[in-house]
């Protein structure tokens, strides 16, 4: 029984289990990699504050990526005002619940209108 097609090789439920295992693994190892290269030594401050950007910069560009493509298109459609409000939200320093709902209402508003 086939379960998934990846680039177009069919995998059973097994092959998927195995696939999900060794890149979790992988992963797992490149994250202690990490830890073991650095040891407790310390970083200079520069790439302290640079390390510290890095997880800011990923959700930033997920959210970017998220919002202006679809498969493999650029497109602004209702999602880039639902970002927009949600900007303007948290520049006006509104309770991150505000900030959700206003740019989920918003997004709907115009999927509505559209």
């Known amino acids: 029984?086939?379960?998934?097609?990846?680039?177009?090789i069919a995998?059973?439920?097994?092959?998927?289990?195995?696939?999900?295992?060794?890149?979790?693994?992988?992963?797992?190892a490149?994250?202690?990699l990490g830890f073991v290269v650095v040891g407790g030594r310390t970083m200079p401050p520069l790439v302290d504050r640079c390390l510290a950007l890095i997880p800011a910069s990923l959700l930033a560009a997920l959210v970017a990526n998220d919002?202006?493509?679809?498969?493999?298109?650029f497109v602004v459609d209702a999602r880039a005002i639902g970002l927009a409000v949600a900007l303007v939200?948290?520049?006006r320093r509104a309770p991150f619940i505000?900030?959700?709902?206003?740019?989920m209402a918003a997004t709907a508003l115009v999927r509505a209108l559209a």
């Open 67 to 73: 919002t202006f493509t679809s498969a493999q298109e």
């Open 30 to 32: 490149l994250k202690v």
């Open 98 to 103: 505000v900030v959700v709902v206003a740019a």
């Open 1 to 8: 029984m086939i379960s998934a097609v990846v680039d177009g």
């Open 89 to 91: 939200a948290v520049w």
């Open 11 to 28: 995998l059973s439920n097994s092959q998927l289990w195995v696939l999900v295992i060794v890149l979790s693994a992988t992963a797992y």
